[in-house]
Each structure stands twice: as C-alpha cells, then as structure tokens.
C-alpha cells in the first residue's frame, strides 16, 4: 500500500484547523509575524502580555511606590487624591496592572523595582529600621544595599547571629514568614552545658510551651565530641522560639546562629555584609 503523501499546502491547511486555548483558531506563522528594526535587522521581542501575577491592588502599587504605607495608601484613596488614567478613584480594593496610570496630586507614580538583599547579621544588632532607643538596627548594615525602601522578612533577635533576608516584595515575605509554607530555617545553637540524649528526644518529638506545643523538625549533635553545638531545623517563626525550646528544659543558648534560610546559605557573606540574590534564587523562592 502506497504511503500518503502531504504537500505544504495540506500541512498550512491542517495548521489552520488548530485551536488555542482560549478557543481562537491559530494562525500560520508568516514571515510578516516577525519585526526587525531598521538597523542590522535584528529580531524585536514582541511585547509581554499583562499577566495575572502583574495586577495588583492600588494600595498596594502606591506602597511600592515608596509614597507611604497600605493604609495610609487607602486614606488618599478615599479622600480622592488619587487618579488612574486620568479618572479619580475612590473605591478599596480597586486593582490595576502594568499600563495603568497612577498619579497623584497630578504627579505620576512609579512602583519600585523589587529588591531582594541577603545580609548576614552580626551580634548586637536588633531587627528593625528604626529605634526609638538609638540602638544599633539591621538598617544600618544594609542602608546602602539599594534606593528602595527594603524590610526584613521574619526577624532575628539581638544576639542572634546570621541570615536575615530583605525586600520590598510584601507577597512574598508574607509566603515565607506564613508556617503553613513550612519554610526551612536551620540554627546552630551552642549550650552552656552538653544536650543529654534523652532531651534530644524530647525536643525532636515536641515540648509544650507557654504559647503552645512546638517540634523541631531536625535536631542533632554538630560533633559526637561536642554536645552542647546542636544542629536544628524548624519551620516555626514565634519569637526567640530556639532559646525558649531549650530553656523549657533547663539549657541557656549561649550563641546562635541561623546558617539557612529557605535554601540560601552564608556562602561567601561576611558577617556583618549582604549580596543581592540573582533571578535564580529569586525564582526558586517564588516557587516554594
């Protein structure tokens, strides 16, 4: 039996007949699909569709644009002191993606470009952009990282040393700060006086606090010769959660470091400097 021959007008035709997934019939690619400019001919990226990701609500694109706080955003929006593409809105909850127009008192607002920076905290240093006190503040360390207004996400207590993320992204501090992500977080911990087994067990089986009942999910002895160095992971975020756990059974953390957070480690970060994360560790937290 004779092959079926198909000649490139039967291939065009079937391509025709194709359907997105929107329904819309597909278009044969033609030569006049593509744009090159005037010089050299190069190929022009066509330009990015609005997706969901990039619509957001107005409050929130007048904080990223460094203007004031969400609540403070909802006042101006109330009082109707803002407009988009040119028409004052008033209503909460009003969403706008990348081609709106926002103004304000007829100047155009901008949203900042998300900053994502990695400092390793040195001792002595308390988690806050601003102290009442005048004590030394994270702020201090990375005040030059970038021109955005960037704020740490979770917190490390005064004289806890090591990882401490920040940025300006609100989604996805919220996403890695919320337990239900169960985001990894791994300290080591130097006691005042050797961990006895029997503890060990009881911390990776769970303690009740004052608070309620906590479990590491990882717990071990860094060094068979060292037992009072322990390893831990936990996913909670409750304040000075490790200190507290080992308290409850009579140990004082004398130094604690957090070495991981959510995959990122203090490879080449000095105490007391930050890095900026590249796309891929930005993309890889995206998807946790």
Same mark, same amino acid.
């Given at each position: 039996?004779?092959?079926?021959?198909?000649? +490139?007008?039967?291939?065009?035709?079937?391509? $025709?007949?194709?359907?997105?997934?929107?329904?819309?019939?597909?278009?044969?690619?033609?030569?006049s %699909? !593509?744009?090159?400019?005037?010089?050299?001919?190069?190929?022009?990226?066509?330009?990015?569709?609005?997706?969901?990701?990039?619509?957001?609500?107005? $409050?929130?694109?007048?904080?990223? @644009?460094?203007?004031?706080?969400? !609540?403070?955003? %909802?006042?101006?929006?109330?009082? #109707?002191? &803002?407009?988009?593409?040119?028409?004052?809105?008033?209503?909460? #909850? =009003?969403?706008?993606?990348?081609?709106?127009?926002?103004?304000?008192?007829?100047?155009?607002?901008?949203?900042?470009?998300?900053?994502?920076?990695?400092?390793?905290?040195?001792?002595?240093?308390?988690?806050?952009?601003?102290?009442?006190?005048? !004590?030394?503040?994270?702020?201090?360390? &990375?005040?030059?990282?970038?021109?955005?207004?960037?704020?740490?996400?979770?917190r490390l207590?005064?004289?806890?040393?090591?990882?401490?993320?920040? =940025?300006? %992204?609100?989604?996805?501090?919220?996403?890695? =700060?919320?337990?239900?992500?169960? &985001?990894?977080?791994?300290?080591?911990?130097?006691?005042?006086?050797?961990?006895?087994?029997?503890?060990? &067990?009881?911390?990776?089986?769970?303690?009740?606090?004052?608070?309620?009942?906590?479990?590491?999910?990882?717990?071990?002895?860094?060094?068979?010769?060292?037992?009072?160095?322990i390893?831990?992971?936990?996913? @909670? #975020?409750? $304040?000075?959660?490790?200190?507290?756990?080992?308290?409850?059974?009579?140990?004082?953390?004398?130094?604690?470091?957090?070495?991981?957070?959510?995959?990122? =480690? +203090?490879?080449?970060?000095?105490?007391?400097?930050?890095?900026?994360?590249n %796309?891929?560790?930005?993309?890889?937290?995206?998807?946790?």
């Amino acid at each position: 039996m004779a092959k079926q021959q198909f000649s +490139k007008q039967d291939y065009n035709k079937d391509r $025709n007949k194709e359907k997105s997934f929107d329904g819309e019939k597909k278009k044969p690619f033609q030569k006049s %699909d !593509r744009k090159f400019s005037d010089k050299g001919k190069k190929f022009e990226k066509p330009q990015l569709k609005e997706t969901r990701n990039d619509i957001i609500r107005l $409050n929130k694109f007048i904080a990223d @644009s460094g203007v004031c706080s969400r !609540r403070e955003a %909802d006042t101006l929006i109330e009082s #109707g002191a &803002i407009s988009v593409n040119g028409k004052v809105v008033t209503e909460l #909850g =009003t969403k706008v993606g990348l081609y709106d127009k926002v103004s304000m008192g007829g100047q155009s607002l901008n949203r900042e470009k998300l900053q994502y920076v990695l400092l390793n905290k040195p001792k002595g240093f308390i988690t806050t952009m601003k102290d009442p006190q005048e !004590r030394k503040t994270v702020d201090m360390l &990375i005040k030059n990282a970038c021109k955005e207004r960037i704020v740490p996400v979770g917190r490390l207590d005064r004289n806890t040393t090591g990882l401490l993320l920040f =940025t300006n %992204d609100g989604q996805l501090a919220k996403k890695l =700060t919320h337990p239900s992500h169960r &985001i990894r977080k791994i300290y080591q911990a130097e006691l005042d006086k050797p961990l006895s087994k029997n503890d060990l &067990i009881a911390i990776s089986e769970g303690v009740t606090l004052e608070d309620g009942f906590i479990v590491a999910d990882k717990i071990a002895y860094l060094n068979p010769d060292q037992k009072n160095v322990i390893g831990i992971e936990i996913h @909670s #975020g409750k $304040n000075r959660i490790i200190r507290r756990i080992f308290a409850h059974l009579g140990y004082e953390v004398v130094k604690l470091d957090r070495t991981m957070f959510a995959g990122l =480690t +203090k490879k080449d970060i000095p105490r007391g400097k930050y890095r900026h994360l590249n %796309d891929k560790e930005i993309n890889f937290l995206r998807m946790l």
